[in-house]
């Protein structure tokens, strides 16, 4: 009973070590470069080591080369000990699928902890985890797969065959430590090759009587080169360049003379390493699973001895766990039909293979051609939205989409599990599932080509305009699509009548299947949340909803999960006050104070034209911190600022969010007041809503000009649902005139931009609403689109791009003379015009940190002109509270500056805008609650103030804007009808 205990428990101690062994030498760990990097050495303390000459760092290599390899030594008898245990398996195939579901097994609930702990991964992880051998995961995991079958196909030779190919397998190793050249491939610490030719070594071993001596001094010589090495490479090179020669898992004499050695001792662990190995391997080394010790490790306070210790600690404990596990794994085996795995045996001819395999196919024929059918229609929706085809797409579609085809056939395949669930009729459930599919593909085309967007949500709820659509769908999609139903009706009834497939499911199980069905499909309400896990899970596979471009993100994620990822739109909190009576008090109290602006107003806003130009990624390069310009890039833009009203913008976007930028100067509605999951308005908001206020509808006429493609965020549709009389960008009925490019950008310039609007102006001399947005400084920044005059020299004093910022500065630079000449062409026009300029963003191009500079980087330029006409008639410039704005401000600034009359919703504008700061998005990266509004508010003066250092009456300005915001987008739009706002 003694033996045992002893046995067992040096058995367990050289578990340990082999763990520890694992896990000390990770390529991830600072220990495996001991002998190229003695700064990782420091960190010994010199009193804790002895001196060798005068050199401590060549005594910390020695000793570690000594405990490398005695710790090579114990790895490579446990590999020995299980290929002798591997050589037992009666069934290896049954041991090894059942190993390698245990891979899925732990790597799965690796990627599942990580996943509730907020944690993102790739879908190229999950490939990892099922195919742990072609991705090569872990070269000790895919060793102790793949070596069982190895040993099954050589398992008749005679016993001489096999010592001769051991002889071979040490021939190799040695000559490889002799010559140091990898001849074999089998050079280094932990290769694939090595780990398999230790475990053949092992299991074509047989015990045999002898001196021990022969073997013990082999040994001895590869320790000692190991521990002498160190030495020898200071002496003959003066560096530890060839230090570690003798110390990794390949050292020929040390693997030659353990398993020699291994032949003639008698002792054997008495464990079953055929289960246990596996799981501590996995644990130890696959990239998935291992991260965790990774990091607690390197972590780790410490000089190097704690940093050991500490080491062995978690090895200690991944026995622990790998015990549990293993008990957890073998319950499940037990208990599931993983049990019958174990009774599976490779076909050893090509008959038998291709028997089974057909075998198989037609026990599980019905599932098999449910998942086909399935999966094919998948990838088939992702063809079926593309604007253009080329046959080389087919391919681009299967490999890089080929995570969301998965997800769409699975969403899919619920749909039809559901139906089964239901009518309990295969053929009914599964044609009914893959014709709605297609159906709702070719309605997704349809639509595309017509609006270039994808079907939304808000869309399929708006019934009333299902015939308006059929209008669209040409005469012949309708026939056929008419034909192809009656045609799904006679194959249905045709198939259960001739091939009825018997369904076996009891109600339990039914209702069981429907109600989690649901619950999956009713996750989409939550997948927009931040942080939400579903969402983060679907992030992995590839999907990507580009909110920003519905076009772009039906292509990437798909017609059916592009429809669920547009389903979770909180637009806001709904006030606890909000109510029709609390309504009607703020309807009547903005209704006395336009009456009270309106008595210092004479002039009416419809009969002036006022322009809203959004210049893309317009700011002063020279308020960014690290940045120095020799010249001003925007000199005659700063001229215009110094007689205007002016001042700076305070951007809730960086490098990109154009569209939130407009639909706040359009609306009057601060995006930050939106839950975070409402990224952008025009796409998950506007599309949905059945009325939308904006600007322009307080005139007669007003016009959209974008000289580049409409179909970014939904404008073609938004503008239609702001009223806007006509739209003008390219491909549109209404033409982009006097085209002209810069250089060599492929985008059309601002002098385009700015020849389109005098052209509007010109038609509608007696006053009109243009929205402008440019196009010209677009991103990206890296394919020197302009040449920047040698006058201006540029000094960066962090990691900005040089050539990026150079290529920026000569774009605005050609903005800066076209916005002058604009503006001198204005005040020559002699009807009332004024302009407001802003930037939309900065470009995403600085490498400062929001932290830091945070409000900096979301600061661009604006004024507000009015040309000599609307002087005359009493435009004058702002004195106060210019600056610093957010652009929903500007509709209150237009109105006060032209001295125009309000109503009651720009009455409150104007009084928000005087007795509020400026409310943007976070700037700086501080958020306490991600399933909140996070907004930062702004003085006058550029001080970043918190909601709680509100005076009284700012704190009921306040809210009131919220109650009025959310009445016009997510309640009853109370304030439509008492302001008449439609």
């Keep these: ?90 069934k290896p195939t049954g041991w090894i699928i059942q190993n390698w579901l245990l891979v899925v097994f732990v790597g799965s609930l690796s990627l599942l902890g990580g996943l509730l702990r907020g944690k993102h991964f790739q879908f190229s992880d999950l490939i990892t985890v099922f195919f742990p051998i072609l991705r090569g995961a872990s070269n000790i995991v895919i060793a102790l797969l793949i070596t069982p079958f190895i040993i099954f196909l050589t398992k008749e030779l005679t016993s001489e065959i096999k010592t001769k190919i051991n002889w071979v397998i040490e021939l190799l190793f040695l000559t490889q430590t002799i010559f140091n050249v990898n001849l074999w491939g089998i050079s280094g610490q932990d290769t694939a090759l090595i780990y398999v030719l230790i475990i053949l070594l092992g299991a074509n071993l047989h015990e045999c009587t002898g001196s021990k001596k022969v073997p013990i001094t082999i040994l001895g010589v590869g320790f000692i080169l190991a521990l002498g090495m160190p030495l020898f ?60 010790w990774t990091k607690l490790i390197t972590n780790f306070p410490g000089d190097l001895i704690l940093r050991f210790e500490y080491v062995l600690i978690c090895a200690i404990g991944i026995t622990i766990i790998t015990y549990v596990v293993g008990l957890g794994w073998k319950y499940i085996i037990l208990n599931t039909d993983l049990k019958n795995f174990s009774e599976v045996q490779f076909p050893t001819t090509f008959d038998e293979a291709k028997s089974a395999i057909k075998k198989y196919i037609v026990k599980y024929q019905r599932q098999l051609f449910a998942l086909f059918t399935i999966y094919c229609v998948a990838y088939l929706s992702f063809v079926g939205v593309l604007t253009t085809f080329k046959a080389s797409m087919l391919v681009m579609i299967f490999v890089r989409l080929q995570g969301m085809i998965i997800v769409n056939a699975f969403f899919l395949w619920l749909i039809y599990r559901g139906l089964l669930a239901i009518t309990n009729r295969y053929w009914v459930s599964l044609i009914i599932s893959l014709f709605a599919e297609i159906f709702w593909t070719i309605a997704n085309q349809i639509k595309i080509e017509v609006r270039n967007d994808p079907i939304l949500p808000a ?32 194959g249905i009834f045709y198939l259960e009548r001739k091939h009825q497939v018997k369904i076996e499911q009891r109600p339990l199980k039914r209702l069981i299947v429907i109600v989690i069905i649901s619950l999956i499909f009713g996750s989409s309400c939550f997948w927009n949340h931040p942080g939400n896990r579903i969402g983060m899970l679907l992030k992995a596979f590839g999907n990507d909803p580009a909110f920003y471009d519905q076009l772009e993100g039906v292509q990437n994620s798909g017609p059916l999960v592009q429809l669920l990822n547009n389903i979770d739109v909180t637009i806001m909190n709904r006030p606890k ?147 806007f009389n006509k739209f003008m960008y390219l491909g549109s009925k209404y033409k982009i005139k006097h085209q002209k490019k810069l250089d060599r950008s492929p985008y059309l310039s601002d002098q385009t931009a700015y020849e389109n609007t005098l052209d509007q102006l010109k038609l509608h001399p007696n006053g009109q609403f243009i929205n402008l947005i440019s196009m010209q400084n677009h991103f990206p920044f890296d394919r020197n689109y302009y040449d920047l005059p040698s006058k201006y020299k540029i000094k960066i004093t962090n990691q900005t791009s040089v050539s990026q910022l150079k290529d920026y500065v000569g774009g605005i630079h050609h903005t800066d003379q076209e916005v002058k000449q604009f503006i001198t062409k204005l005040d020559q026009l002699k009807q009332p015009v004024t302009v407001v300029f802003y930037g939309d963003h900065l470009p995403g191009i600085y490498a400062n940190s929001f932290a830091k500079d945070g409000e900096k980087l979301h600061e661009t330029d604006y004024f507000i002109y009015s040309n000599k006409a609307a002087r005359e008639q009493g435009a004058k410039n702002l004195t106060r509270d210019t600056k610093f704005v957010a652009p929903n401000e500007f509709m209150a600034m237009v109105a006060e500056q032209t001295n125009s009359k309000v109503t009651p919703y720009l009455a409150f504008l104007t009084d928000a805008w005087h007795d509020l700061p400026a409310e943007v998005m976070n700037m700086t990266g501080e958020q306490s609650n991600s399933y909140a509004p996070h907004p930062q508010f702004v003085t006058r003066q550029g001080k970043i103030i918190s909601q709680k250092h509100f005076t009284k009456k700012q704190k009921q300005l306040y809210h009131d804007y919220q109650l009025i915001q959310y009445d016009l987008t997510a309640g009853k739009q109370y304030l439509v009808k008492d302001w008449k706002m439609k």
């Design 1 to 90: 009973m003694v033996k045992k205990v002893i046995s067992w428990s040096f058995s367990q101690v050289l578990i340990v070590l082999f763990v520890f062994n694992l896990l000390l030498w990770n390529n991830s760990l600072p220990f495996i470069n001991y002998g190229n990097d003695i700064s990782n050495l420091i960190l010994w303390s010199k009193d804790s080591l002895p001196y060798i000459g005068n050199s401590i760092g060549l005594t910390k290599i020695v000793i570690l080369q000594g405990i490398h390899t005695i710790l090579n030594m114990v790895e490579i008898w446990v590999l020995l000990e299980v290929g002798q245990q591997y050589k037992k398996l009666s």
């Design 233 to 292: 490479s200071s002496l003959a090179h003066w560096n530890l360049s060839t230090a570690t020669r003798f110390s990794s898992l390949g050292n020929g004499f040390v693997i030659v003379g353990l398993t020699e050695l291994y032949r003639k001792i008698k002792f054997r662990l008495s464990l079953k390493l055929s289960n246990l190995i596996v799981p501590l391997s996995i644990i130890s080394t696959l990239p998935i699973v291992s991260t965790y």
């Design 459 to 490: 869309e399929v709820k708006m019934f009333q305009a299902y015939g308006d659509v059929f209008k669209m769908v040409p005469d012949g999609v309708l026939i056929i699509a008419i034909l192809l139903i009656f045609a799904l009706v006679f």
């Design 577 to 723: 006050d909000y109510n029709r009576a609390t309504m009607e008090k703020v309807a009547k109290h903005y209704r006395q104070e336009a009456k009270k602006i309106n008595k210092q107003r004479t002039n009416e806003l419809h009969k002036q034209s006022i322009i809203f130009n959004l210049s893309e990624s317009f700011s002063d390069p020279r308020r960014v911190p690290n940045i120095l310009i020799s010249k001003n890039p925007i000199k005659r833009i700063d001229a215009i600022k110094s007689q205007t009203t002016s001042g700076l913008m305070l951007s809730s976007g960086y490098g990109g969010g154009t569209a939130n930028m407009e639909y706040m100067t359009l609306t009057g509605l601060p995006v930050a007041s939106f839950m975070p999951m409402l990224t952008i308005p025009y796409t998950q908001l506007v599309p949905g809503m059945s009325y939308s206020w904006s600007f322009n509808q307080l005139f007669k006429t007003s016009t959209a000009i974008h000289p580049y493609e409409g179909t970014f965020y939904s404008r073609i549709s938004v503008y239609k649902k702001f009223k």
